[in-house]
Nanobody
Framework: DVQLVESGGGLVQTGGSLRLSCTVS????????IGWFRQAPGKEPEGVSC????????YYADSVKGRFTISSDNAKNTAYLQMNSLKPEDTAVYFC??????????????????WGQGTQVTVSS
């Protein structure tokens, strides 16, 4: 079975940092892009960032550009989202997933098949 397991969420003050991890099993990590989505209460899911190692590309939503950094460690089958200068509006449940697409120009699309369970990020003001 394919599993994506997030960790690293928590409560942090405005301006603080968190690093989310997404460990993948059950598929060939190198063959798939990995994306991060987030969903705040009452809002639609938002594509935050993705990494496509096959094409050497990354994407960041404008709302996080310059503050978040996505990376991956193929030896550990793990993708990371380093989040700095956090703001209250970053508060959401963060999900890692295999996106339907991931490119610098077109962003990332919601895939149907492979999602993690989510991790809560709360930024206090």
């Amino acid at each position: 079975d394919v599993q994506l397991v997030e960790s690293g969420g928590g409560l942090v003050q405005t301006g603080g940092s968190l690093r989310l991890s997404c460990t993948v099993s059950g598929l060939i990590f190198d063959d798939y892009a990995i994306g991060w989505f987030r969903q705040a209460p009452g809002k639609e899911p938002e594509g935050v960032s993705c990494i496509n190692r096959l094409h050497g590309t990354t994407y960041y939503a404008d709302s996080v550009k310059g503050r978040f950094t996505i990376s991956s460690d193929n030896a550990k089958n793990t993708a990371y989202l380093q989040m700095n200068s956090l703001k209250p509006e970053d508060t959401a449940v963060y999900f890692c997933a295999v996106p339907a697409w991931c490119s610098t120009s077109d962003g990332l699309g919601k895939g149907d098949d492979y999602w993690g369970q989510g991790t809560q990020v709360t930024v206090s003001s």
